[in-house]
């Protein structure tokens, strides 16, 4: 067991939060550009929207993705209590994923739906993120330095990012038989429910 490094985990809190504004606004700003690139050619306004909708559903996805993430990984350290370096290495690691997700974003937006390279790496990079976090999970919840003694962390979180991970890496070979499923593999999260369900008949 990883000895605490300290039972204040805000200032871990914080740079995560941090990093993932930062990688949501670096979402954005290749749909900023296209402003200026628009106007230099003397196209309509709206031909900013329509020319551009393969970059607003890019963005749209990986936003709603990413808060997706980062409202799991809030709600799970609420429950924390302190920090260890495990915990501290499967954050960054969870970061790592974060941050490059605006890379296979802007992929997305270039290549077509069916491009089974890029669906791969797009959904690859969200399942690396999902590991990370179950990965969090299950050190929160069996490490006592990392859990908050008046609300420690259930085995219920554990699960449920377990559903995920397994949902994603489903996915993911899902695309690479069928590519032409393209994002809509991504649809397969909401059978986290079920896969809950599963989790607490087998014990686990």
């Not at 204040?8 to 939060?17: G, I, K």
């Amino acid at each position: 067991m990883s000895r605490a490094v300290s039972r204040d985990p805000d200032r871990l809190v914080l740079f995560t939060d941090a990093v993932v504004a930062i990688a949501v606004t670096l979402l954005v700003l290749p749909l900023v550009d296209v402003v200026p690139e628009a106007v230099g050619a003397h196209r309509r306004s709206v031909e900013v929207i329509t020319e551009h909708q393969a970059q607003i559903w890019s963005f749209v996805l990986s936003f709603v993705v990413i808060i997706r993430l980062w409202f799991v990984h809030h709600r799970m350290f609420e429950h924390i209590g302190g920090y260890t370096r495990a915990l501290m290495l499967v954050n960054t690691g969870w970061l790592l994923a974060i941050a490059l997700l605006p890379f296979p974003t802007e992929m997305v937006a270039s290549y077509p739906g069916d491009d089974r390279f890029t669906v791969m790496l797009y959904i690859g990079n969200i399942l690396v993120a999902g590991v990370f976090q179950t990965a969090l999970a299950v050190i929160s919840y069996r490490d006592p330095d990392v859990a908050l003694e008046s609300d420690p962390p259930t085995i219920e979180s554990v699960r449920a990012s377990l559903s995920n991970a397994v949902l994603l890496a489903v996915s993911l070979a899902v695309v690479a038989v069928f590519p032409s499923i393209s994002y809509f593999a991504l649809l397969l999260l909401f059978l986290e429910a079920p896969v809950d369900r599963f989790w607490r008949l087998v014990g686990v």
